[in-house]
């Protein structure tokens, strides 16, 4: 029989990080393409909700996240209400990309992985063995994400969640008693770059008593990225093209399940790729039966996030979000249950 061609992904963020290590632990030679370099620091709220202990195992990436803070609780900052706290369901990780990413890129050269750094594939065509891990597809300039690090910060709950004007913004703690601060924002004229942006844009926004919590804390101006064009619209996928991680489908950041999402997207690609490289499959059918995984996987998520994303922006749908939370009835236990 002719051997199919060898595995390329192209995009090093989680999904094709995890892709990379797990094929190349099963012994398949894989070639990772990534634009940047490691570490790195990612526009990203650095929690991690709904992954599972098999996930993890079948991934291999148990050693990497052996130490990562787990967070059993987030308080809700609704507009001028004392914060509602809600209990997870189950404990979300709390790991920054600057670390996290460094560390499974490592783990993939060590596994025997071929991975180009500073190569940003530009022939964007779908081929036999080829993966898109490339993250977030580019939409209208309308939403922005922005994050920094910060120390001396202190939290009410290991996460908080703020909401403001067409905005909304994550606090967690991570590693070395940092706290990641990051937020959505709808697009506008405000004054500011590097560390002062996000500040800038919290006032902007209504979020005035945040604000003032970083002005008195420190600010790593190291860590500060910003990215534009989030496309949150629902994409159907031609078949022959494997797609995996946000680059198939971006769910909304307050429910931190993107970094899990692009794991178990992996995880779901891990067996049909397996028998693609073992040459028991075509490319065809490893495409179809991926596709077919991750929409069962990932579809009945992805309505109840979209449903509920407008309630976490506008600020008159707020309102009934804040009704509900005075009731102490905040609507996202089904949500949640949906993420694993
Ligand atoms: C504001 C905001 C907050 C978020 N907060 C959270 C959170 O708290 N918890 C959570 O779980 N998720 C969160 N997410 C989502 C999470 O960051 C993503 O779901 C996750 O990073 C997806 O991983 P990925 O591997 O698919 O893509 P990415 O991590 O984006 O990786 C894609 C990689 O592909 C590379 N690439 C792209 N094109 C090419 C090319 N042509 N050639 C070579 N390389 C290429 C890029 O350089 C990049 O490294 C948030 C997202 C946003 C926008």
Redo the contacts with the bound molecule.
Sequence with gaps: MISPPPIEI???????LSLGLALRRAGVPVTL????TYPRH???????TGLDPSTIERLGLGPLLEDVLRHHEVAWFIHDQPPRIQQLPAAALGLSRFVLDARIARAFVAAGGDLQTG???TD?DPRPGRIF????RRGKPTWL?LKLHARHLELTRELELHLGADAYV?L?QIEGGAVNV?G?FRRQDVVGRGATLLPAYLRATGLDRLAARLDAAELDSSSCSA?AA?DFDRHVEPSERLS????CA?IP?FT???????FQSAELALDPLLAYAAGTATWSDTCDATQAALHGRFRLRLASADLLHPFLLQPRRQRWLAALSRARLIPFRPLYASLH
Excluded: K
């Design positions: 192209i995009g090093g963020g989680l999904a094709g393409h990534e634009a940047g990612r526009v990203c709220g650095e929690f991690i190569s940003r594939v964007l891990a490339t993250g977030r994400g994550g967690a990051c959505l990215i989030l995996l991680g946000d680059a971006m950041p931190g399940n993107g970094m899990a999402m692009a």
